[in-house]
């Protein structure tokens, strides 16, 4: 036995991160269903580092050095679960198993348990940055035992992206917590380019600009405050041109937006945990809006009313409105996003330093940004915050961004530009910091219907009013 970590699941992912490892002078043990991936990863790169290749899973883990580490990265899911099956009989006490599929945290959940009580160890672990991050350095959340880590750490921390030093990799927490980290970093992915998505398509109403020139806004507001890789390849891809039709590529690209899965699960477990992750849900639905392509075409037959225009105002102040609202609406979607993780957290009870998350996702991964270490100061400074939104530095940007903010969104209702990601982040903003929310109302009409009882402003205890009867108010 040889190899100090192995790989089963060849595909472009695999591979890569195959590769990484190896050229990071790990050797590495590789294996997949099909012998002809294997083949072709050691005659097109075995010259990379030392692979040592297998066709047949017992020859792969004997090739393992002792406890044995595999990383399994095939199709999440069922043949997740038969690979898990298939190496089970052939690991001892003290093996470790890396799931680094996009697996649904509660599937972690239920196979770290069942491979605990044989005595293994299951690290379901959250990689992020597609293929070119599991080549060249990715962000890697791994989520498993303390003792785990210890192996695996020193092992992927060389092989993530690294900023300033700083490595891209840090151990999560017990069970399903990399997962449930990479699962939100979906979510907030999804949010991110909604809010990118409606940005562009305001300067494109309200400027009557074309693609190619809203690519200079975006390349501008890069070196800003909203630096990210995001904003970046959004640069990229508004001012790229198709060749056939000599058309903008985004005009000529159909506007039905797809989706894997993450962004869905993502919504549904903060419906579960109570968390009100209104941009990522937003960003969820609009792709599934823009999917319904037959309702779509009888609405737009249905009301054929043109909307309305934007306000003449002047290029300058309404490019550097929607960068103000951009930025305020995605402070709130992260804010949202951290929530999220750290109700995840406590309901797992998996001890989730936030700063710490922040910090693995400024490289390799897709939503990078310069922001990310605005996040984590916020944390290490105060661990306890009762949200981001009210940590100095973001709540100096949105304060200074609400009245643009506003404008922003009551002109695009007005020309009927559709915003649901910054609507609804202006909306759980004013939400949040009302002095009194209708929820007084809601509560009169759950006691007046089904007697469910409310608590007073003035005094303690619950309350109930005999509504069909002469309308007293009992103690309940
Ligand atoms: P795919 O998701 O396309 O999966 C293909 C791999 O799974 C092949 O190696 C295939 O083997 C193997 N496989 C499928 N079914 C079985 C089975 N029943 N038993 C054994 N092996 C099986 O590959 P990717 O590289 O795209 O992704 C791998 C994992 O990484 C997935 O979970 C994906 O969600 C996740 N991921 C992907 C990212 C991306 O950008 N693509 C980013 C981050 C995570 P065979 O060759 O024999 O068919």
Redesign the pocket.
């Known amino acids: 036995a040889t190899a100090q970590i192995g790989v089963t699941?060849?595909?472009?992912?695999?591979r890569n991160l195959a590769r990484n490892l190896a050229r990071h002078g790990f050797t590495v043990a590789v294996h997949?269903?099909?012998p002809e991936?294997t083949r072709s990863l050691i005659a097109e790169h075995g010259g990379e580092g030392a692979f040592v290749p297998s066709e047949s899973m017992a020859d792969f883990v004997a090739s393992l050095e002792r406890p044995r580490a595999v990383i399994v990265?095939?199709?999440?899911g069922?043949?997740?679960d038969?690979?898990i099956d298939e190496l089970m009989p052939l690991l001892e006490a003290g093996d470790i198993v890396v799931d680094?599929?996009?697996?649904h945290f509660a599937d972690t959940r239920r196979r770290e348990e069942a491979l605990r009580g044989h005595g293994l160890h299951f690290v379901g672990t959250g990689?992020?940055?597609?293929?070119e991050g599991?080549l060249h350095g990715p962000s890697i959340m791994p989520g498993g035992s303390d003792e785990s880590y210890r192996k695996l750490g020193p092992i992927f921390e060389r092989i993530a992206a690294q900023v300033e030093g700083t490595p891209c990799c840090r151990h999560i927490g017990p069970d399903g917590s990399g997962h449930f980290v990479k699962m939100v970093h979906n979510g907030i992915e999804y949010a991110d380019m909604q809010l990118i998505a409606e940005a562009y398509d305001l300067l494109r109403a309200g400027l009557s600009a074309s693609p190619a020139e809203i690519a200079e806004i975006f390349r501008e507001w890069n070196t800003g405050e909203l630096e990210s890789f995001l904003i970046e390849i959004t640069a990229d891809v508004l001012a790229h041109t198709d060749a056939a039709t000599g058309r903008p590529f985004v005009d000529v690209v159909l506007d039905q937006a797809e989706q894997k899965g993450t962004g869905r699960w993502t919504v549904q477990s903060a419906l579960d945990l109570g968390i009100p992750i209104t941009a990522i849900a937003e960003a969820t639905f609009a792709r599934s809006l823009s999917g319904h392509a037959d309702q779509r075409a009888a609405a737009r037959r249905a009301f054929t009313e043109a909307g309305g225009t934007f306000p003449g105002v002047d290029r300058e102040t309404f490019v550097e409105d929607v960068r103000r609202a951009l930025l305020a609406s995605k402070i709130v979607a992260y804010a949202q996003g951290f929530d999220h993780i750290r109700a995840g957290s406590r309901e797992y009870d998996w001890g989730i330093d936030l700063g710490g998350t922040a910090t693995i996702w400024r490289g390799g991964c897709i939503i990078r940004a310069r922001f990310l270490d605005r996040i984590r100061q916020a944390y290490d400074a105060e661990p306890e915050l009762p949200t981001l939104l009210v940590a100095p530095w973001f709540a100096d940007r949105v304060g200074a961004g609400v009245p643009a903010w506003r404008r922003v969104v009551a002109d695009a209702a007005r020309a009927g530009v559709p915003t649901p990601a910054f609507a609804s982040s202006l909306a759980w903003f004013d939400g949040l910091r009302a002095e009194r929310l209708p929820a007084a109302l809601i509560q009169g009409l759950r006691d007046n219907f089904g007697a469910h009882t409310y608590h007073r402003v003035d005094r303690a205890g619950t309350f109930h009013t005999l509504w069909a009867g002469d309308r007293s108010e009992v103690e309940a």
């Open positions: 699941g060849l595909a472009v992912m695999g997949n269903r099909s991936r990265m095939v199709k999440a069922g043949p997740t038969a690979v680094c599929g996009n697996a990689v992020s940055g597609g293929e599991a």
